[in-house]
């Protein structure tokens, strides 16, 4: 079937140390993105790629980075300078990058601090 | 910056019931519009968009209305069922100030309980 795939589901952080979280696409879509979702809040844009080698900030790109080597993959990296990293991480994915079109996202990463 | 925001946090309901979700967008310039349905410990699922060009669309036990003189979208479950427990949120056409491309915007969600 074709979707989104994030891995891992839960993830635990040491201080001072950086993680990357996987996300996966089979859609053949040409955009990508990462959100982070905290309680009570809407999804806040980390970062989003139109096309591969090619990435832009969202609203809060400080302390991530990402990668766009390949179409189908698009992995986040929660580095140490992200000093509230514990939240739900979701990656999302479509056609192109319009606002005419949903997005459509795979089943999360909970990130949390040990 | 514009955002997308809810009227009521929590929306209970009884089972068969409908029931009826709002959201009040503040860009009048917005196009497109989404609802989405997020199932706890899940990604948030696509139900239904609409263009502005549209008031009404109906999908499966689901209709969104959409009145853009007062900048409001609404989501109509029928005979609501136990499965859909769930947040609920809109979301509305978006231009990304980094690269200057478009994205949605998501408002914050409504929690629809659903009491047997």
């Known amino acids: 079937d074709g979707g989104i795939t994030q891995s891992p589901k839960y993830l635990f952080r040491k201080e001072g140390q950086n993680v990357t979280l996987s996300c996966e696409q089979n859609l053949n879509h040409d955009a990508m993105y990462w959100y982070r979702q905290d309680p009570g809040q809407g999804l806040r844009l980390i970062y989003y790629?139109?096309?591969?080698?090619?990435?832009q900030k969202g609203d809060i790109a400080e302390g991530y980075s990402v990668s766009r080597e390949k179409k189908e993959s698009f992995p986040l990296t929660v580095t140490s300078a992200q000093k509230n990293p514990t939240a739900f991480y979701l990656c999302?994915?479509?056609?192109?990058?319009?606002?005419?079109?949903?997005?459509?996202f795979g089943d999360g990463t909970r990130l949390s601090i040990l | 910056g514009e955002s997308v925001g809810l009227h009521l946090p929590t929306l209970s309901v009884q089972e068969g019931d409908n029931s009826i979700i709002n959201c009040a967008y503040s860009n009048s310039a917005s196009d497109y519009f989404i609802w989405y349905k997020q199932e706890s410990g899940k990604g948030p699922q696509f139900i239904i968009d609409?263009?502005?060009?549209?008031d009404k669309r109906q999908g499966q036990r689901v209709t969104v209305l959409l009145n853009k003189t007062v900048k409001h979208l609404s989501l109509q479950i029928a005979a609501t069922q136990p499965g859909d427990s769930a947040v609920y949120f809109c979301a509305e056409n978006y231009v990304y100030s980094g690269g200057g491309a478009d994205g949605l915007t998501f408002g914050k969600g409504t929690h629809l309980i659903i009491q047997p």
């Open positions: 609409i263009r502005s060009n549209m």
């Open positions: 999302a994915s479509s056609i192109w990058t319009g606002g005419d079109q949903p997005q459509h």
């Open positions: 790629s139109q096309i591969v080698n090619d990435f």
